[in-house]
């Protein structure tokens, strides 16, 4: 169980407010960016970005980006974690999004970053790009589709 997660637990006004404010899909969408963060970080301990796996978002959590980015925040998620998730939230919505994988020169100090192409991001600007990942054919299938 994710500190996030117990957090939760121990504190069931935050369940509640998130309830009050999204109801169930919310909660739901919290939990599901959660333990999403944590597959990834296990997975990709032992495997390539490419064999990475995650699960569907939940019923609803196409509504819930500010509960989404609120949850990937507090579970500390680095930006390569972050980038997936948030690549697998949008294909459950049929939303193509690719992984953008940048670095600086290390003559200015070498730094790699993380992002989706199309999302705001303030350090992509100073990024020289080295790879790309599109967005998983199975992660863009509709629920009930191979």
């Known amino acids: 169980m994710t500190d996030l997660v117990r957090r939760m637990v121990r504190t069931p006004g935050a369940v509640l407010r998130m ?13 599901w960016a959660v333990r999403s963060v944590r597959l990834v970080r296990r997975q990709l301990v032992r495997r390539t970005m490419a064999e990475v796996h995650l699960p569907a978002p939940p019923p609803g959590a196409a509504g819930q980006r500010t509960v989404l980015l609120g949850a990937l925040r507090r579970s500390e998620a680095n930006c390569l974690e972050r980038s ?21 020169a290390p003559s200015t100090g070498f730094h790699a970053h993380a992002w989706l192409d199309g999302e705001p991001d303030g350090e992509a600007a100073a990024m020289t790009e080295i790879l790309r990942r599109p967005a998983p054919p199975a992660w863009l299938a509709a629920a009930g589709e191979p």
């Open 84 to 104: 997936l998730v948030l690549q697998r939230w949008y294909g459950g919505q049929r939303i193509a999004r690719t992984v953008v994988i940048g670095v600086t």
């Open 19 to 31: 309830h009050r404010r999204g109801g169930m899909p919310a909660v739901r969408t919290a939990l």
